[in-house]
């Protein structure tokens, strides 16, 4: 009995690290892949070239009504299939999010698609210094 729960906590063990081995994993190759794509940048060169293209915040609306970027236009990830055609190609895009995850998931998207002059602010709004607008 004693060596049949060891041997099920044991299996237990293995499985969660392989499900974290994976989740790691992951992470990894969306930041490879995101720096192909893209070009993650601080937010000082993000302020000096987020007015020559397009600013899009990738957060939910609460999120965004609660502060955002000034001159950014709202385009929730869970919306972004719908709303992608909105955006110009012929354009820089400029991205940003809560921190960098849903920016680079959708630079692999919109690269995918033909887009070429991709920026993603670094540490997302969450480190932002630049100016804020807070909607009603």
Known sequence: MILQKISVWGIIDVVLLVILLAI????????????RVAKIVENDEFQKGMHRGQLIDLREKDSFNAGHIMGARNVPFGQFRVMKNSIRKDMPVYLYDQGKSLSTRIAIKLHKDGYKDIYILKSGFERWNGRVKKSK
Not at 24 to 32: A, E, T
């Open 24 to 35: 790691v994993g992951n992470q990894l190759y969306l930041w490879q892949k995101g720096r």
